[in-house]
């Protein structure tokens, strides 16, 4: 039996397996996680992953070619894609990622049945419409999933539980794990804690761009500035073609990886630029402190992050036992420097498989079967002031246990309507209203004695709580759906 | 999360879960607002000796709230401090 994960990204792709004994990446003939681009070109089918990046600049501009980057940030949208005149949902375009996952598995790593159904991945803000929206794309690919599991809680399993050693005492550890994942596209910090076997968020926080691709471009400008004032180029004529544009981010974004790794790179491109009849060639040597001046601020911020889930979570660095670096921007020295200095240098693990262990922490979800539950309880709000718990925090969330019927009667039938207040609370602190759904009832007042509502409450293989309620004057049930449950991963 | 300022209560009380019937369920009239209970079952509220049978202190507090007082005609809750 092997279990397969997929790490369904913003900028990278990847999916893993894992028969029981060892876990394997499906990654690229680079060694490297699948860029989540899509290149359409007329009818043809599209093209995905590193083939399509290497691509963007020299196409993008080209009529009869369109590149889609990014589409999970855009999952929930419900616009259409216009690909050539075919209207495309959000969703069909990410299928065409799970195509392209499943579909090199199944050509470059021959030894694995083919990807049938996956555990995915999802970050922790994504809310139930997007976690559906993912669910239909893989659909499409003809990928069921399993389950959704947060991020965190994969990279954590995956680092956890990859290494046999690792698994002692499992069940009596009780950990603050700091899930540091600053990728190409986010950077997600997300506190998560480890106790009796469950893992749960405690605090998080994170932003959108200003991540690897942001660092790339600004690396990029200071080598087109230094090269212009080497060579006397006037800005305001400076033109590169769009092709050699594409060569030169391709060579400043692993000139960046190999300044992780030492202290000079250089990039080296011939016929960078012409003017008049000459030719340029670009040579160019960047030392690590170069770079590191350039994307300060964004570390000071990172940084900032950092003190502020502390500061929410209510906690000492001294209190964190790990801190999991994960994404390749978290591979930046001048943040590894900053992290050991907060958290010491001891707790700090730096992954060597930083990209695809997320991946690799959904296929062990997956081989396992282990499921996501509940860990702040769903509670109706009663006349008498008191609550009456639906689903109990440890609830697991699967559509045959997280499901209940609950008849109530009504209390007061004088305003017309039924209140059903769904709250939720955690650590037994105050009840927070997650939803308030008003059920038309009679309004004679004698028909109280036989007012009865009637409420569905179920929880969805999107781990979205539906609620169908019914009273006397109605035919159909009133139904809302809740989609941020805060949900954790039992594994032990 | 839908956020607001305004204190709602709940009207709902619940009788059964997944069938089951839960203990107590059969006292509805213990639940209903004082006031209210008084519109419902005004014979059972008016008498001071049977609606201490059906009723909680708490409904029959409510209910004494909403009673016109003679002396100042409004719903004063004795706190118009005048006898009648």
Redesign the interface.
């Known amino acids: 039996m092997v279990g397969f994960g997929i790490d369904f990204g913003t900028t990278n792709s990847v999916a893993a397996a894992f028969n029981g004994r060892e876990v394997t990446s499906f990654v690229d003939d680079k060694n490297l996680p699948h860029p989540s681009v899509i290149w359409y070109q007329g009818d043809s089918p599209p093209i995905v992953g590193r083939k399509a990046k290497d691509q963007i600049r020299a196409f993008e501009n080209t009529h009869g070619n369109k590149f889609i980057r990014s589409i999970k940030s855009q999952i929930q949208k419900k616009e259409e894609f216009n690909i050539f005149g075919k209207p495309k949902y959000t969703w069909q375009v990410a299928s065409e990622i799970f195509r392209f996952l499943k579909e090199d598995a199944e050509k470059r790593y021959r030894n694995f049945p083919v990807i049938k159904e996956a555990v995915v991945t999802v970050p922790l803000y994504f809310n139930g419409r997007q976690r559906r929206a993912i669910r239909t794309a893989a659909e499409i690919a003809e990928i069921t999933i399993k389950t959704f599991i947060h991020e965190p809680f994969a990279a954590v399993v995956g680092y956890l539980l990859a290494d046999q050693n690792r698994w002692d005492n499992l069940k009596q550890r009780r950990e603050n794990i700091l899930v540091f994942d600053w990728g190409g596209g986010t950077l997600d910090i997300t506190l998560v804690k480890l106790d009796s076997g469950c893992l749960y968020e405690v605090s998080t926080a994170g932003v959108n761009g200003k991540s690897g691709d942001y660092f790339d471009g600004i690396l990029m400008n200071y080598v087109i500035d230094k090269f212009q004032k080497e060579k006397g180029i006037n800005s305001e004529a400076f033109r590169i073609e769009l092709g050699i544009e594409s060569l030169l981010l391709n060579e400043v974004e692993f000139s960046k990886i190999d300044l992780s790794l030492k202290h000079n790179s250089s990039i080296e491109l011939s016929d960078f630029y012409s003017d008049n009849q000459r030719s340029y060639n670009l040579f160019q040597d960047i030392n690590r402190s170069q770079f590191e001046s350039l994307i300060q601020l964004q570390i000071q911020d990172a940084m900032g992050f950092v003190d502020k889930i502390l500061h929410d979570a209510r906690l000492q660095a001294s209190q964190i036992n790990q801190v999991l670096l994960i994404g390749g921007t978290s591979r930046i020295p001048l943040l590894i420097n900053e992290i050991h200095e907060t958290f010491g240098r001891t707790k700090v693990i730096e992954l060597p498989n930083a990209d695809t262990v997320i991946a690799e922490g959904a296929a062990i979800i997956s081989y396992y079967n282990w499921q996501p539950y509940l860990v702040q309880p769903i509670d109706i709000q009663l006349a008498d002031q008191s609550h009456y718990t639906v689903f109990d925090s440890g609830t697991i969330l699967k559509p045959d246990t997280a499901k209940k019927e609950v008849v109530f009667f009504c209390t007061d039938n004088r305003e017309g309507e039924a209140r059903l207040i769904i709250t939720t609370n955690f650590d037994n602190r105050e009840h927070q209203v997650k939803e308030i759904i008003n059920v038309p009832v009679s309004e004679v007042l004698q028909d109280i004695y036989k007012e009865r509502i009637v409420a569905d409450f179920r929880v969805d293989r999107d781990v979205i709580l539906q609620v169908r309620a019914k009273g006397s004057v109605k035919d159909k049930p009133i139904y809302t759906e809740i989609h941020d449950l805060c949900y954790g991963l039992r594994f032990a | 999360?839908?956020?607001?300022n305004l204190k709602?209560?709940?009207?709902?009380?619940?009788?059964?879960?997944?069938?089951v019937e839960v203990k107590n369920?059969k006292y509805?009239i213990r639940?209903?607002?004082g006031d209210?209970a008084a519109?419902?079952e005004p014979t059972r509220m008016k008498d001071v000796r049977i609606r201490e049978m059906y009723f909680t202190s708490q409904q029959i507090i409510e209910y004494q709230q909403t009673i016109v007082c003679c002396i100042c005609k409004k719903p004063c809750a004795g706190t118009c401090q005048r006898r009648c």
Do not use: A, R, T
């Open positions: 999360m839908k956020k607001s709602l209560q709940s009207n709902l009380m619940v009788e059964s879960i997944d069938g369920y509805q639940y209903f607002p209210f519109l419902i």
